[in-house]
């Protein structure tokens, strides 16, 4: 693949090799990424949305190539990144409550993570108290997030990133499976957000949404050499394109089922919280203390 120009990119992925362990999802990827704009990833089940996203939110290290984001490194970029984990890759066992999780898209890597608690500022509450409102979460506050129904947890991670007030927002699969209402809200919420400047990047299995409200979509699919096409929606989604990007999943799409990800075998998929949420954690304080149940619940 021709390794095309970065300059401008909010996100530059440059020859990237990257997966677990031994297994490579990714192979010499290259990919710019715009800024100030709604992009989306789309793809198959398996092809390798969240792992993309992941790489960006510097939470796997590619063992080649080069990741800048915001023209920084993904690590330095955690100052000003959001990141929302796909639902079902979240442990919802581990004892908060959905304030304690929303406030958590506050103090990841600060000085202030480990005195956070003695000095919360007021802005800090306002952030979290804002971020609360704009997903209509602020009525389950005090709840612990494991009694959370699938769509009031994703409104819960999408608030955690929000939280942050991030230049830059990540978000698996953040709308499906919330219902019509709080997707419409969701969409308002990002629309004010790329209005101010912020970048988007969404993965999603609804394409309704791509054509309607994303200025780029980037079409993914691993095992079919990586980025199968990206661009403005209405240019890119042709029906070669979308037969090489989902194969034989299309006829599903076709028939409106926009859940496949739901009837994914998940155990391998789903890593303890502090795991997958690194970026907003202080392990230290987390590890000690908290024991989770034996038993596991899913939505
Ligand atoms: N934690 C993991 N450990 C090992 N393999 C994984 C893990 N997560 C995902 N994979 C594999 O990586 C590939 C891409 O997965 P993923 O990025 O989750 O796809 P998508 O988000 O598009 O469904 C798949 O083959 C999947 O099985
Ligand atoms: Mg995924």
Known sequence: MTIAPVSGAEVALRDVTVGYGGHRVFEHLTLNIPGGVFTGIIGG?????????????????????????????????????????????VDWRFPLTVREL??????????????????????????????????????????????????????????????????????????????????????????????????????????????????????????GGGIVAQGPPTEVLTEEVLRRTFGRELAIFSRGDMHLDESEPREHHTLRLADELQLHMDEHEHRAGHVHGASRERD
């Not at 984001?69 to 796909?86: C, E, F, K």
């Not at 007021?122 to 389950?140: F, K, N, S, T």
């Not at 990002?190 to 791509?210: A, K, Q, R, Y």
Request: aromatic share 4%; with cysteine.
């Open 45 to 89: 089940n398996g092809s390798g949305k969240s792992t993309l996203l992941k790489t960006i939110a510097g939470l796997l290290s590619p063992s080649q190539g080069d990741v800048t984001v915001g023209g920084d490194s993904p690590t330095a970029a955690r100052a000003y990144l959001g990141y929302m984990p796909q639902v079902s890759n």
């Open 102 to 223: 929303v406030a958590m898209g506050r103090y990841q890597f600060s000085w202030k993570r480990r005195i956070g608690r003695l000095i919360r500022s007021q802005e800090d509450r306002i952030a979290v108290d804002r971020a609360m409102a704009m997903m209509d979460v602020q009525d389950l506050h005090d709840r612990q997030i494991n009694e959370l129904s699938g769509g009031q947890r994703k409104r819960a991670l999408i608030a955690r990133a929000l939280a942050r007030q991030p230049r830059i927002l990540l978000l698996d699969e953040p709308s499906a499976a919330l219902d019509a209402v709080s997707d419409d809200q969701l969409f308002d919420v990002l629309c004010e957000l790329t209005d101010l400047g912020t970048s988007v990047i969404m993965t999603t299995h609804d394409l309704s949404t791509v054509i309607e409200h994303y200025a780029e979509v980037i079409c993914v699919n691993a095992t």
